[in-house]
């Protein structure tokens, strides 16, 4: 698709983001089940069902739009995926595992804060309120999600410290 237009740049960006979504309600739940302390896991179980809901609403945006809904790959999250791959193969140590997790998750919210804030800006200077409002409400978790997870890093980063480097 060429992008000649803002429109066209919010259709590609929005196509990316619903790849990165629901890809992303894979990758959670196998980010929890790696997670070593139940309030990490937690964490990632509770955002997935956030993502669950945020792919809802860009179905939404994309009905706004009267498109169906399709999904462009998007190389950052298949990047930051790879990243996390990498470390739940490789960290022997718990307070590792998290710390690494918690700095994964991070990245990939820092992404979608990103994406989205550009998605609504867009939105609103293309006069698409309602898409605007649907963005908004999941750029709002995604801050969340990244605080929370700050907040776990702020017990987890210091067990993780203690571990003597090989």
């Known amino acids: ?69 399709k999904a462009k790959k998007c190389e950052a999250i298949e990047g930051l995926s790879a990243e996390g791959d990498h470390l739940m193969e490789e960290a022997e140590d718990d307070g590792v595992m998290d710390a690494g997790l918690i700095a994964t998750a991070q990245a990939v919210e820092h992404y979608e804060i990103a994406r989205y804030g550009a998605l609504i800006a867009w939105a609103n200077q293309l006069d698409m309120t309602e898409a605007a409002d649907l963005l908004r409400e999941s750029l709002e978790e995604e801050k969340a999600a990244d605080e929370k997870l700050s907040g776990l890093a702020e017990s987890v980063n210091p067990a993780a410290a203690r571990k003597e480097a090989a």
């Not at 590609?12 to 139940?38: G, Q, S, V």
Request: charged content about 30%; glycine content about 2%.
């Open 1 to 69: 698709m060429a992008m000649n237009s803002l429109e066209a740049l919010f259709e590609d960006t929005l196509r990316d983001m619903y790849y990165a979504e629901k890809k992303l309600t894979k990758i959670l739940p196998k980010m929890a089940k790696k997670a070593t302390t139940e309030e990490l896991a937690e964490a990632f179980t509770s955002h997935a069902e956030e993502t669950a809901g945020q792919v809802a609403r860009l179905e939404k945006v994309f009905g706004l739009m009267e498109m169906t809904p």
